[in-house]
Every structure is written in structure tokens, then in C-alpha cells.
């Protein structure tokens, strides 16, 4: 079976920070793009970081850029998403993605919140 399962986020001050992580599994992880998408109330969905399958390349939103890290580990099937820095603004439910050629994979979704 195919899935994505996220596990990280919740409820942070403006300033701290919080880390995502995504497991896959079903999947040859390493054939695969990694990114994390976040949609606030209202908003569409949007991309904020991606790394590549084939040698790791990454980018990230312009909102994000020195804030936030996006990282793999091929061996454990998983996809990390530091978060330094946060702000108000940052509040919204982030998705882990997959994809290749032939498919895109989306994870459930978590909370991220960051409120005084």
C-alpha cells in the first residue's frame, strides 16, 4: 500500500520552530520528488520546499528562504522539513508530496500553528 504518513507539527510561538517529517512507503523512495506544500484558511495551496531525487537539489518559497530547511534520507524513506523562525504567518496545514513520472502522492496533512 502506498502511503505518506506525516507526523511533526502543532501549536508553536512566533519565533520557535518546528520540524515535519513524512515516511513513505509502498514506494521506491528514491525515484521520487519530495516536497511540502502548506494551505492556509482561504487560500490556495501552495509549494514551499522541494528536493529532487536525483541529487538532492533544492528550493524553497521566497516566504520561507533562510527559514526553513528541506532534507531526505533515502535509506529511511523519509522527508524532513525544519521550520526555524516562525511567523504568524507560516499558520496552515502542510502536505508532504511525492511524485514521478507516473504518480503524485499526497500525505493527510498536519497542523502547523504559530500563535502567542
Known amino acids: 500500500q502506498v502511503q505518506l504518513v506525516q507526523s511533526g507539527g502543532g501549536l508553536v510561538q512566533p519565533g520557535g520552530s518546528l520540524r515535519l517529517s513524512c515516511a513513505a512507503s509502498?514506494?521506491?523512495?528514491?525515484?521520487?520528488?519530495m516536497a511540502w506544500y502548506r494551505q492556509a484558511p482561504g487560500k490556495e495551496r501552495e509549494l514551499v520546499a522541494a528536493?529532487?531525487?536525483?541529487?538532492?537539489?533544492?528550493n524553497y518559497a521566497d516566504s520561507v528562504k533562510g527559514r526553513f530547511t528541506i532534507s531526505r534520507d533515502n535509506a529511511k524513506n523519509t522527508v524532513t522539513l525544519q521550520m526555524n523562525s516562525l511567523k504568524p504567518e507560516d499558520t496552515a496545514v502542510y502536505y508532504c508530496n511525492a511524485r514521478s513520472v507516473s504518480r503524485n502522492i499526497w500525505g493527510r496533512g498536519t497542523q502547523v500553528t504559530v500563535s502567542s
Open positions: 509502498g514506494v521506491t523512495f528514491s525515484m521520487y520528488d
Open positions: 528536493v529532487t531525487s536525483v541529487g538532492g537539489d533544492t
